[in-house]
């Protein structure tokens, strides 16, 4: 996947960024603290305030960054995984920097800023890259799930769905494959294809109760008695007195088209 999911663009996914990944550092720094900030030589007995103090440092920094990375792709269609990986590796290295300067401050050390931007480089870099990668495996999880709910809406958009007078299901067919829906007394007659060749189902209900699923599939009604799928219409002819569909499949029954529907039909072609 070139691109990266559409939810890591969505308001989710920037608070889950920027309180997800500063909440895990300042976990982690509360939980080990005796491995983590010996290399610091800072005051231990104020150790919850200067974590607290990181934790603001990075909450801010990510903040900033991701605002302006929202900002200068919202009106992108899609975003590449490149401009991520770097906006997070400038992410570790700012709040490596303000982390650095912070403790250099607190120690006193005048010499000490790039000893403790090393040290904050380092421990940022291993603490920071965990929650990265947990929320790109969850949002690529999150878009892969909803590519496939919106393949199965697709399906059953793209099938049609006939139904008797006892609302009893007679037939799915999907919609391109439609010929015609035609009205016969008692019945509705759907000519439909079946790989490659043409079928008939007839169904006991009427053309009112059908009318409303033709329409909601894209039929279009050309007869006070017939339904037509538009995109089978290959041209219109007509004759003396009447005017017909001609549907692009072979040996198909021809159409009939009334004046009232005449025209839009005609647009569609």
């Not at 920027?18 to 005051?43: D, T």
């Not at 007195?241 to 499949?249: I, P, Q």
Request: charged share 20%; hydrophobic share 50%; glycine share 4%.
């Amino acid at each position: 996947m070139s691109q990266l999911p559409k939810e890591y663009l969505a308001p989710r996914g920037f608070l889950l960024h920027v309180f997800g990944v500063s909440l895990f550092v300042f976990g982690l720094l509360l939980l080990f603290k005796p491995i983590v900030f010996q290399g610091f030589e800072l005051a231990y007995s104020r150790y919850s305030f200067h974590v607290t103090m990181i934790f603001c440092i990075i909450l801010v920094v990510m903040l900033i960054s991701r605002s302006l990375f929202l900002l200068a792709n919202r009106k992108s269609k899609g975003v590449a995984w490149g401009p991520c990986v770097l906006l997070c590796l400038i992410e570790v290295v700012f709040s490596s920097g303000f982390t650095a300067l912070y403790l250099w401050l607190m120690s006193g050390k005048a010499d000490a800023y790039f000893w403790f931007f090393g040290l904050s480089l380092l421990y940022l870099f291993v603490l920071m890259l965990v929650p990265y990668v947990i929320l790109d495996f969850y949002f690529l999880l999150v878009d892969r799930d909803n590519q496939i709910l919106d393949r199965e809406r697709d399906a059953n958009k793209e099938k049609i769905r006939f139904l008797d007078e006892r609302d009893n299901l007679k037939l799915v067919v999907a919609i391109d494959a439609v010929l015609y829906v035609q009205s016969d007394e008692n019945y509705v007659k759907v000519c439909y294809l079946e790989d490659g060749e043409m079928k008939f189902c007839s169904i006991r209900t009427t053309m009112k109760r059908v009318e409303e699923i033709c329409t909601r599939g894209g039929l279009i009604r050309c007869h006070r008695s017939y339904f037509v799928n538009s995109v089978r219409v290959q041209s219109l002819q007509k004759d003396k007195e009447f005017t017909y569909a001609m549907l692009d499949v072979p040996n198909a029954s021809r159409v009939p088209v009334s004046k009232n529907y005449y025209d839009q039909l005609a647009v569609l072609l």
